[in-house]
């Protein structure tokens, strides 16, 4: 039997315009990626996090996959709104889904097309955007990550600070690659480690710039910018715990209006190391299936 050519894929997932299915809020929304094998059978491969109060969700979590070059692989991207703990989305509000293959989406780089609901109707105005990215980096960096005296977004308590990682693409304009989780009333966060992929961060390029962006959590989904800062994986990977890598939070909004504004606060990187412990296959090959470790 000949070997097949395969790539490592990774999906980067975000909506518009979605249906509103909550009473008194909007959709919480997830993505959950399925693939079909033969005929009508489809199965789960993976789900994106649910992003809590958004109607123009943009994902964290990617999809990695398999891209065959000699075969046609049936992908479907449904959105659901999720409103329970279960993991059965069968009893959670469908929001609309997107059929096509994965050929469709590497040839594109990015597709955007518009969500329909299972009778074959539109999904209202909603829409999804899928770029797809070829890894060829099996590297992962590890990250330990605090903040200390944060601006305090809230009238009653203290901020809800979480942190967006994005990198820079050619064209200028930034995407988000990871999300950390919402350390609630604490203006001195420590966020648990983290791990990214060298390629999803800065397209393994050492020098490429990276954007962290440090927000306030709303449960209305209209989370207040603290502050952000742009740096390096070649300054970032200076870091240890015994001389962590320290930078200004900015706000440029607050900055511009008061003359004596300093900073919204320190983002403190104890630890960055960059590790193939978690690493994949990846990169183009000629050698049959490739699969995560």
């Given at each position: 039997m000949?070997?097949?050519?395969?790539?490592?894929?990774?999906?980067?997932?975000?909506?518009?315009n979605?249906?509103d299915?909550?009473?008194?809020?909007?959709?919480?929304?997830l993505?959950?990626?399925?693939q079909?094998?033969?005929?009508?059978?489809?199965?789960?491969?993976?789900?994106?996090?649910?992003v809590?109060?958004?109607?123009?969700?943009?994902?964290?979590?990617?999809?990695?996959?398999?891209?065959?070059f000699?075969?046609?692989?049936?992908?479907?991207?449904?959105?659901y709104?999720?409103?329970?703990?279960?993991?059965?989305?069968?009893?959670?509000?469908?929001?609309?889904?997107?059929?096509?293959?994965?050929?469709?989406?590497?040839?594109?780089?990015t597709?955007?097309?518009?969500?329909?609901l299972?009778n074959?109707?539109?999904?209202?105005?909603?829409?999804?955007?899928v770029?797809?990215e070829?890894?060829k980096?099996n590297r992962?960096?590890?990250?330990?990550?605090?903040?200390?005296?944060l601006?305090?977004k809230?009238?009653?308590?203290?901020?809800?600070p979480?942190?967006?990682?994005?990198?820079q693409?050619?064209?200028?304009n930034?995407v988000?690659?990871?999300?950390?989780?919402v350390?609630?009333?604490?203006?001195?966060?420590?966020w648990?480690?983290?791990k990214?992929?060298?390629?999803?961060?800065?397209?393994?390029?050492?020098?490429?710039?990276?954007?962290?962006?440090?927000?306030?959590?709303?449960?209305?989904g209209?989370?207040?910018?603290?502050?952000?800062f742009?740096?390096?994986m070649?300054k970032?990977k200076?870091?240890?715990?015994?001389s962590?890598?320290?930078?200004?939070?900015?706000?440029?909004?607050?900055?511009?209006?008061?003359?004596t504004?300093?900073?919204s606060?320190?983002?403190?990187?104890?630890?960055?190391?960059?590790?193939?412990?978690f690493?994949y296959?990846s990169?183009?090959?000629c050698s049959?299936?490739?699969?995560?470790?």
């Open positions: 000949a070997a097949q050519c395969v790539t490592k894929v990774e999906l980067t997932i975000a909506c518009t979605l249906l299915k909550d009473v008194g809020s909007k959709s919480d929304p993505c959950v990626l399925l079909n094998t033969s005929g009508q059978q489809w199965y789960e491969v993976d789900r994106t996090e649910r809590k109060n958004s109607l123009n969700p943009k994902f964290a979590k990617k999809f990695l996959i398999d891209y065959y000699e075969l046609v692989q049936k992908l479907k991207f449904g959105i709104d999720i409103d329970n703990k279960t993991f059965d989305l069968n009893d959670d509000d469908f929001l609309g889904e997107f059929e096509c293959t994965l050929g469709q989406i590497v040839s594109s780089r597709l955007t097309k518009p969500l329909v299972k074959g109707r539109p999904a209202g105005r909603g829409s999804i955007t770029t797809a070829e890894v980096d992962m960096v590890v990250f330990e990550v605090e903040a200390r005296k601006d305090n809230d009238f009653f308590g203290k901020s809800d979480y942190l967006e990682f994005h990198k693409t050619g064209d200028g930034w988000m690659v990871h999300r950390t989780e350390i609630k009333n604490n203006l001195n966060p420590v648990r480690p983290f990214i992929s060298l390629n999803s961060l800065c397209y393994s390029d050492m020098d490429k710039s990276i954007k962290v962006e440090c927000y306030d959590y709303d449960s209305d209209s989370h207040d910018l603290i502050g952000s742009q740096t390096t070649s970032l200076e870091a240890s715990r015994s962590p890598v320290e930078f200004e939070c900015i706000n440029e909004k607050k900055r511009q209006k008061k003359k504004y300093k900073n606060g320190i983002v403190s990187v104890k630890h960055c190391e960059v590790s193939d412990i690493r296959d990169g183009f090959k049959g299936i490739t699969t995560l470790i």
